[in-house]
């Protein structure tokens, strides 16, 4: 199919255009990348000039001696741990251990059976339970409560008297014309 000349012209026209405007394109996108270069370099030196002497600082700061005193806390919280378990815990807990089996030892002599046979068959007949004896603290008790007592009485008596002088009556309404 044949174009004719004046198509064939706005063709090319547009041919040299789209030429031209990838060339520009080409242009634009190196330029970018200069800058986007450029720009990668100088947030490195800042980050490398600035940044990073304030991170480190503030590790510096702040960072490594909470850590450092909470490590030396955990330091001297087991010591004591381990000491306390050492010197107070192991020997109680062995001294425990040891008098009872030793209590468990004499329990099994027959002289020491004996004994505990012949102790508990003269206590149940010879103790009494003693008759329990009321003292001053009871009195003294009733007496409290008694005052208490009364003093909730005066106050209810107080709340709920009618007094005519405890009323404030209401003011008359005012005149719808004033």
């Known amino acids: 199919m044949g ?3 004046k198509r064939q012209r706005e063709l090319n026209r547009l041919k040299r ?7 520009d394109q080409k242009e634009v996108l190196e330029h970018a990348s200069k800058v986007v270069r450029d720009a990668r370099r100088q947030l490195a030196n800042v980050s490398r000039e600035e940044v990073a002497p304030r991170v480190r600082d503030l590790y510096e700061s702040r960072v490594r001696p909470g850590f450092e005193s909470g490590l030396e806390a955990g330091r001297g919280f087991a010591e004591s741990a381990r000491h306390k378990v050492s010197k107070d815990v192991i020997p109680a807990v062995s001294s425990a251990l040891a008098t009872a089996l030793a209590a468990l030892e004499v329990a099994k002599s027959p002289q020491v059976r004996q004994a505990l046979g012949r102790v508990t068959r003269s206590t149940s007949k010879a103790v009494a339970p003693a008759k329990p004896s009321s003292g001053p603290g009871r ?8 005052v208490a007592v009364a003093g909730i009485a005066y106050a ?11 009323w404030v009556s209401d003011e008359p309404e005012a005149a719808a014309g004033e």
């Open 3 to 5: 174009l004719s000349r």
């Open 17 to 23: 255009g789209a030429s031209e405007l990838w060339e």
């Open 139 to 146: 009195y003294i008790l009733m007496g409290i409560g008694l």
């Open 156 to 166: 209810a008596w107080q709340t709920l008297r009618a007094d005519d002088e405890l």
